[in-house]
């Protein structure tokens, strides 16, 4: 389920997201079902944050490819 708003975020907004809808998840000041569609969306942005930096670590690999031990 995701938006093309959350695309559209870079890893800092997406992180700040995922970080302002914990706090809401942990003050127990929320109904459930309002829980449930936070949790959702946090889904999403954690999905997204992992996505950008497993491409931000094969970039770095692509640019500096690891030397063999010894060397």
């Not at 950008?52 to 030397?67: D, Y």
């Amino acid at each position: 389920m995701s938006s093309n708003k959350d695309e559209e975020l870079n890893f800092s907004q997406a992180l700040q997201q995922l970080e302002t809808l914990l706090a809401q998840l942990e003050s127990g000041e929320i109904e459930l079902e309002e829980a449930m569609e936070l949790f959702e969306q946090g889904s999403v942005l954690a999905e997204r944050c992992r996505e950008m930096l497993a491409n931000a670590e094969q970039r770095l690999e692509e640019l500096a490819p690891a030397e063999p031990e010894g060397e």
